[in-house]
């Protein structure tokens, strides 16, 4: 995948484009207000066309899919507000980008979480290491989501967003492609009923209907059933479930260069549709998410570091840079060896770095799962759909399940979004105008993500009690 942020190898010209992308974004933003606040109908669509030519000049030059994803979502916004009966016929251009996704989701789900539990050998194999690692991972992103719920329900970002009405089916099609259902009330379910819905009595009916909790479910069974084989009994099948994960990977990224096209083209239909409203209820999701992360870094993260007797300044120390690597990328697998070199140094033994951090890359997305709580009840609200606390409760858990195993995944947090409005019954169409705001969120949480799996490490080897009281200094970057 393209880095979504310039090379730092050149200043003069990191700094060109980050002042031709801010150029163009203020530009932009410029034209817009005259349009909402002046009666002035020629000078606003100027500005945003002159701004639109030089976001695509920096994305040309940049060759970043991020900055592309952007540059399609302002392309859309202006073509809903000026050419609102053209974007109405956009829309199939983003169903495509959706059934591309949804085709994603099973077999990714199903390999990623094999590979994730059967991937380290006999559970036994694994020791009280593994063990205390896992619960503090579920403990922690259950805590995260937790918050996440918390602050769109104090937020309620999502209600200002009016959803345009689904086509109408034309009748021929009705036989092969029934019309969408009505989404503003959600199927009710009973905690029994909701319970005996998560155990697939066919897989391959699950995958079909794409009823990704009970993929997700068959798959942590089948890891465990295959660790508990003979090695060379289990090599073959992990060997398929590893390859099936790169190829579902590789798969992804094919998919993600259309995502500009898929995300403008929702964005010119819903704009078309409820015109530059749209853009007050993303402000806000934007606000709730990084209020909800600071939350989870200053009243979970940081009482961890205290309760665990961890030196704070030295801590803090021994995670910025790995945290600024990740925020500026937008990318934990850039930030990990870095992770790992600093926290060695700070005083973790290695086989608790070697064993922890990356296993937390796939168990423990602390950020992306206060991200994901906010999102998909952010869904709910702009659909109209009111869930009681029993239903976000359901939610909590499908996320802690559908959320492991993905963090390798390019923009993994639609796969997740879907997979959960797919299993909770919730509209897809607010997924898209969500995916244009996305890269400025995602900064913040692939930061989060990074110092939860530092403290995860740190946490670790005091609770084994192999915690050095004294690190080294931190290794030079290279």
């Given at each position: ?93 983003s169903d495509i980008f959706l059934r591309l996704i949804k085709v994603i989701v099973a077999p990714l789900i199903l390999a990623t979480l094999i590979t994730g539990i ?91 209907d794409n009823q990704i909790l009970q993929v997700a479910v068959f798959a942590v069974l089948f890891g465990i059933a295959l660790t508990l084989v003979p090695a060379p ?17 590789k798969f992804t990224n094919i998919v993600m260069y259309y995502a500009p096209i898929g995300v403008g083209a929702a964005m010119a239909y819903t704009v078309g549709h ?205």
């Open positions: 995948m393209p880095n979504p942020l310039p090379s730092a190898g050149d200043p003069q010209r990191s700094t060109a484009q980050l002042a031709l992308i801010a150029g163009g974004i203020l530009i932009f933003l410029v034209g817009a207000a005259l349009q909402i606040f002046t009666s002035n109908h020629t000078w606003p669509p100027l500005l945003r066309d002159a701004a639109l030519l030089l976001l695509a000049v920096a994305a040309i030059r940049q060759r970043s899919l991020t900055l592309w994803i952007f540059f399609a979502m302002l392309l859309g916004l202006e073509i809903g507000l000026d050419r609102p009966q053209f974007a109405e016929h956009l829309r199939i251009f059967a991937g380290h050998g006999n559970l036994r194999d694994i020791g009280r290491v593994g063990i205390k690692s896992l619960i503090y991972f579920e403990v922690v992103t259950t805590i995260a989501i937790l918050i996440g719920v918390a602050a769109i329900n104090l937020s309620h970002a999502g209600e200002g967003l009016a959803l345009p009405p689904p086509p109408a089916v034309t009748q021929p099609l009705a036989s092969a492609t029934p019309p969408i259902p009505s989404v503003q009330t959600p199927a009710s379910l009973r905690w029994d009923d909701f319970l005996l819905h998560v155990f697939p009595e066919n897989i391959v009916k699950s995958a079909a009994t289990r090599a073959p099948i992990l060997n398929f479930a590893e390859s099936l994960a790169q190829v579902m990977f409820v015109g530059m409203g749209v853009l007050l209820p993303l402000g806000k999701l934007i606000l709730t998410a990084y209020v909800a992360l600071a939350a989870f870094l200053l009243f979970v993260l940081l009482p961890i570091v205290l309760f665990a007797r961890l030196p704070l300044m030295r801590f803090l120390r021994a995670i910025a840079e790995p945290a600024t690597i990740a925020f500026a990328t937008s990318a934990s697998e850039a930030a990990l060896p870095r992770a790992m070199e600093c926290m060695e140094a700070f005083g973790v033994p290695r086989q608790i770095v070697a064993f922890v951090i990356p296993a937390g890359y796939s168990f423990n997305m602390d950020g992306g799962s206060v991200y994901l709580a906010v999102a998909s009840i952010f869904i709910a609200q702009a659909a109209g759909i009111h869930m009681t606390w029993t239903e976000q409760l359901l939610m909590v858990l499908t996320l802690m399940l559908t959320s492991k195993g993905i963090a390798g995944v390019p923009r993994a947090v639609l796969v997740v979004l879907l997979a959960t409005a797919s299993t909770l019954h919730l509209p897809t169409e607010p997924i898209f105008v969500i995916m244009g705001v996305d890269a400025i969120i995602d900064m913040a949480r692939t930061a989060v993500n990074v110092i939860g799996n530092c403290l995860a490490s740190a946490v670790v080897a005091r609770w084994e009690g192999e915690l050095a009281e004294t690190g080294v200094p931190l290794p030079a970057r290279q």
